[in-house]
């Protein structure tokens, strides 16, 4: 089974600066990774995601980088901004068929305006 | 609005009673999921539906759980004889199968449970 891990529970960094969201896995059988974002009392949302076959993939502010060698993969947001406050949980997407997503625990972050 | 649906919002139950939650997924959607999420934890797998068919259930719902979707539209997640340990958000999510590219899931906001 695939096991998706967030070690940092929470992050805080100032605006405007650089956010970096760390993300292990266990297991090298999966189609994409992704990252969800979630506010309190709403359900999460998807944020962007990559393939088991690219290292990067870019999306405005958003940069998630995949390190295969490493079962590594983090999220870059650039420039942080206030609205970016909330929970972030990597999800691994299985291929074998059902598109079940095994998620990480989630890190909070917060933005000091 | 053409999002995923999902009530009640809130249930507060005693323990030992039964509670059902609904969920109306995307029009267009023909898979449909159950995650449930507890504090401090990222969603956990419960089941999910291709149209009416059940095709998976995780080791984590017990008999206790049961779910439907009987006419492969809106699913039903009844929990019966509630526990504390039951207390958790609901989500509920679908998806269109085969489309191509990342399988992201649209979640609906979830049904908070509280089992005193």
């Known amino acids: 089974d695939q096991q998706v891990k967030q070690n940092s529970p929470s992050l805080s960094v100032q605006e405007g600066r650089i956010s970096i969201l760390n993300c292990d896995y266990t297991?090298?059988?999966?189609?994409?990774f992704l990252w969800y974002k979630k506010y309190p009392a709403e359900g999460p949302t998807f944020l962007i995601s990559?393939?088991?076959?690219?290292d990067k993939n870019e999306d405005g502010r958003f940069t998630v980088f995949l390190n295969k060698s490493a079962k590594h993969l983090s999220l870059h947001i650039v420039p942080s901004q206030p609205g970016d406050s909330a929970v972030y949980f990597c999800?691994?997407?299985?291929?074998?068929?059902?598109?079940?997503?095994?998620f990480g625990t989630g890190t909070r972050l917060t933005i000091i305006p | 609005d053409t999002g995923v649906s999902q009530n009640p919002r809130h249930k507060i139950t005693k323990r030992g009673q039964n509670v059902t939650f609904r969920c109306d997924p995307i029009s267009e959607h023909n898979r449909l999921y159950w995650y449930r999420q507890t504090l401090g934890q990222g969603p956990e797998f419960l089941t999910y539906f291709q149209n009416e068919a059940q095709l998976e259930k995780s080791r984590l719902l017990s008999d206790r759980f049961s779910a439907e979707r009987p006419k492969g539209s809106f699913s039903t997640l009844e929990i019966q004889r509630t526990e504390q340990g039951d207390s958790a958000m609901y989500l509920c999510a679908s998806s269109e199968t085969g489309e191509i590219g990342t399988g992201e899931l649209f979640f609906g906001e979830g049904s908070r449970l509280t089992v005193l």
């Open positions: 297991n090298s059988m999966f189609d994409y």
């Open positions: 990559i393939s088991s076959i690219k």
């Open positions: 999800a691994d997407k299985s291929n074998f068929g059902n598109e079940k997503l095994t």
